[in-house]
C-alpha cells in the first residue's frame, strides 16, 4: 500500500510521511493513545478510537470468503472451542472479535502474532489464530485447519467480506489535511496496484518465509481493488462487524463508523 510514499513515487508537498512498521495490534494500542496521525487500525480497534480518529475510505484489508484461520494441531470441533486455549494475536484485533463471535465462550492469552503458528506447532498451545502469512503455510508445519473466520463470516452475512484492517487518521488535523493526505494514501495504494511487481519486491523484505508466488497470493488477498475503495458491500460489513460486537457483549458501547469523504 505505501511502495510510493516509502520511495518517493508520490509528491507529498509539505506533507511529510514518516513511516513506522509495527505489528498491528501495536498500532492499535498506539492509537487509543493518539500517538499516531494515521495509522493502520484493526476493524474492532476503531470500536475504541473512533472518537479521536476517521476512517479513510481506502486502506481496507478484507477477507473476500477467507480470513484469519485457527489452527490446531489435532482436528477439533467448534463445540470443542469451549473447553481449549487459543493463542490470538491482541484483544483489539479484528481476528480475535470474529472469533468471540464465532466462539464466545473461548478462552485465550495474548501471543505476538508471528509466534503463534511455531508456538502451536511445539505444543505449547492446543490451538492459534493466524493472521499473517501463517495461513499459507500452517499444513507445512504439521497443522490443521479448524475453522477459517472469513468463510464462517461469509456464511453468516449473505456473503459480505470479513473487515480485518483499516487506515485511521486523526480528526484533530482538520479537514484540509486530513482530505490531502487522503488524496496521497489513495494514489499510493493506486500506484501499487499499477505498479505491483516492483511494489511486491519492497513487500518482499517484510515477509516471514515466504516465496515470491506466496508473497503474490497473499499481498493479493489482502491488498486488491477493495483496498482502493471499501465500497458499499465494505461499508456495510464494517458497520454489521461492530454492531455484532457490539450485541455479543465483546464491544461495550455502539459504534457509527464515519468514513473520510474524498
Do not use: C
Amino acid at each position: 500500500m505505501f511502495y510510493a510514499l516509502a520511495t518517493g513515487k508520490i509528491d507529498t508537498g509539505d506533507i511529510e510521511f514518516i513511516h513506522e512498521l509495527q505489528d498491528i495490534e501495536t498500532l492499535n494500542r498506539r492509537a487509543l493513545a493518539a500517538e499516531l496521525e494515521v495509522t493502520a487500525v484493526s476493524i474492532h480497534a476503531y470500536a475504541y478510537l473512533s472518537d479521536k480518529y476517521a476512517l479513510l475510505p481506502h486502506g481496507a484489508s478484507m477477507g473476500e470468503g477467507y480470513g484469519p484461520r485457527l489452527v490446531a494441531r489435532k482436528a477439533y470441533s467448534r463445540a470443542d472451542l469451549d473447553n481449549v486455549v487459543v493463542a490470538v494475536p491482541g484483544t483489539l484485533t479484528s481476528a480475535y472479535l470474529a472469533l468471540k463471535l464465532y466462539a464466545p465462550n473461548v478462552q485465550t492469552v495474548v501471543v505476538p502474532f508471528d509466534e503463534i503458528l511455531e508456538r502451536v506447532a511445539a505444543g505449547e498451545f492446543e490451538m492459534g489464530l493466524l493472521i499473517h502469512e501463517g495461513q499459507l503455510t500452517y499444513m507445512d508445519a504439521g497443522l490443521h485447519l479448524v475453522v477459517d473466520l472469513g468463510e464462517w463470516w461469509a456464511s453468516e452475512t449473505g456473503g459480505l467480506p470479513l473487515p480485518l484492517g483499516g487506515n485511521a487518521i486523526r480528526r484533530d488535523l482538520g479537514p484540509d489535511v486530513i482530505k490531502r493526505a487522503s488524496r496521497m494514501l489513495r494514489d499510493s495504494i493506486a500506484y501499487g496496484l499499477e505498479h505491483r511487481t516492483d511494489a511486491l519486491v519492497h513487500a518482499e523484505s517484510y515477509g516471514r518465509g515466504l516465496d515470491r508466488a506466496q508473497t503474490d497470493e497473499f499481498v493479493g488477498m489482502y491488498v486488491n481493488q477493495r483496498t482502493l475503495d471499501y465500497g458499499p458491500e465494505g461499508r456495510k460489513a464494517v458497520q454489521l462487524f461492530l454492531d455484532r460486537g457490539y450485541e455479543a457483549g465483546v464491544i461495550p458501547h455502539r459504534v457509527t463508523v464515519d468514513f473520510v469523504e474524498d
